[in-house]
């Protein structure tokens, strides 16, 4: 696992808040916006996001990023700018146009189904994931098997937090794994 600096895993712990019962009741949720406001954070942890998709040297190592709705798309679609790549979204039923392959999957709260267009990648593709949050890891699992369904090879997954206290590591195996920020 790579982590961020202290600083700017400091600087994302002041700037996003817990919401007490959002989505529902017992669920705190981690409400990203005041980040995302933040122009020179936003940017910082955009940058650091899209390092996991870089070597030692600087040079870009994968050809596409693949991001999950919701806010997996806030983040993820800068780094593929950022990266010189394009982007693959990964939706909830029936919001792409297109012929989509899907896998179901649990989350903390619920359980819920993913969906990525069928030509999204081309056999091959080195893939970065990024999201949000790593949770329970169900979304994360998720992706990463629509991703080799779709031809794809995982080349990590990098979240701008980590909730260590449930079981996301766990579910995503040994796929590597870049954390800004633990809580």
């Known amino acids: 696992m790579t982590t961020a600096p202290a ?3 400091a ?3 002041g700037l996003v ?3 007490e019962d959002f989505p529902k009741a017992g669920v705190t949720f981690k409400d990203i916006t005041p980040l995302l406001d933040d122009h020179a954070a936003f940017t910082q942890v955009v ?3 899209a390092a996991a998709g870089r070597d030692a040297s600087g040079q870009v190592v994968v050809d596409k990023v693949v991001g999950m709705e919701a806010r997996g ?7 593929a700018l950022a990266l010189g790549v394009g982007f693959v979204p990964v939706r909830k039923p029936g919001k792409l146009p297109w012929e989509t392959r899907s896998v179901d999957y649990d989350l903390e709260y619920g359980q819920e189904t993913l969906q990525m267009h069928t030509d999204a990648l081309t056999e091959g593709d080195r ?3 990024i999201d949000d949050v790593l949770a329970t890891g169900g979304t994360a699992a998720a992706t990463a098997t629509l991703v080799q369904q779709g031809g ?12 260590s206290f449930l079981p996301g590591r766990a579910a995503i195996g040994d796929l590597p794994l870049t954390v800004l920020h633990v809580v």
């Open 47 to 49: 940058q650091a996001l």
């Open 152 to 163: 794809g090879v995982l080349h990590g997954l990098a979240v701008l937090m980590e909730l």
């Open 17 to 19: 808040r817990d919401v």
């Open 127 to 129: 893939v970065l994931v």
């Open 7 to 9: 600083d700017l895993s």
């Open 11 to 13: 600087l994302i712990d």
């Open 73 to 79: 798309f806030i983040l993820a679609a800068p780094v």
